[in-house]
């Protein structure tokens, strides 16, 4: 049976309830949520079908951005259809009950062509042109070949993105040690582990004779209050050679829904670049002529050599030039 796009909302219990009388369940009395099997292969009314699962639903500035998974049928077309609600599950007068599986208030969009693959998962991501900071999002699936529509899924409050920087500007160590790598803070609450990209924008150091780096990293789920969440991937080459100190700049990009670029620790500065120094700790080399004078007759017509001396106690890790100017 198809159930779409209905406003069902403060009835005190469940919106749609797909079991028939009697069933029992963990969660309470009557009506009752019938829990997705895995590859939903059970009977009854609309097949039990199961209900998606919304993982992220977060205001970006522009859209709140909702994503979630089903699994269900292998190979089956899905329209998943999202709504809002002012409460999780209200009763007749709109307070908030108990039960965290929702109902649907206000319907607001519908993601189509949701298949499954071969072991009956898919993912789904939609975006809602509207701030729905505040209200909660459930979502049902529909059958789009047998028009059978699950329960509503679990409501899931629309967050905030969490603010994400760097935590200081610049950063340094020893070649030989490599250490204090840049961290990331964050304040705010992720529900989901969530990526953000440091890009390499520039900077003496070269990879991979310097310095390896994976752009990508990871930010794990959690509650942060402006405080460290990640290291980003930057391994340090101790290459043994004479060479100036060297430097590598980063910048942020390309934040997770669930993330945006900002002032994490309140200071009035977004700090979402970088420096790292790998300062040379391998000696340091010097020059000096071969011998205190030379001569060349004021008629010789040719260039006359003067010789050089490098000491150093270990490799060059670039060419060295060496200027002289005469004096008199």
Known sequence: NLISQNRIYNNGKIGIDLHTAGENNDLGDAPYVT???????DS?????????VITSAVWDGGN???EGTLNSDAGIDFDIEIFSNTVCNGDTGGAPQAETYGEGEIYRITANNVITDGSGNATFNTNIPANLTG???TATAIN??????SEFCACVPVAVPATIEFELATASD????GGNIPQLIVNGTLTTDQTIEVNVTGGTAATPADFNNIVTVTIPAGTYAAAVAATINLTIVDDGFVEPDETIDFQ??????GLTIGDADSDSTTQNTHTYTILNDDGSASVQFVAANS?????AGAPHSISVQLNTAAALGADVTVTASACS
Do not use: C, S
């Open 252 to 257: 942020l990009v390309n934040p997770g829904t």
């Open 35 to 41: 829990l997705n099997d895995g590859g939903d292969g």
């Open 144 to 149: 789009t070949t047998t028009d059978d529509t």
């Open 135 to 137: 209200l909660y999002i």
């Open 44 to 52: 009854g009314a609309n097949l039990g079908q199961n209900f998606p």
């Open 174 to 177: 020893l070649e030989a040690n």
């Open 295 to 299: 001569a060349v007759a004021e008629n």
């Open 64 to 66: 709140t951005v909702i």
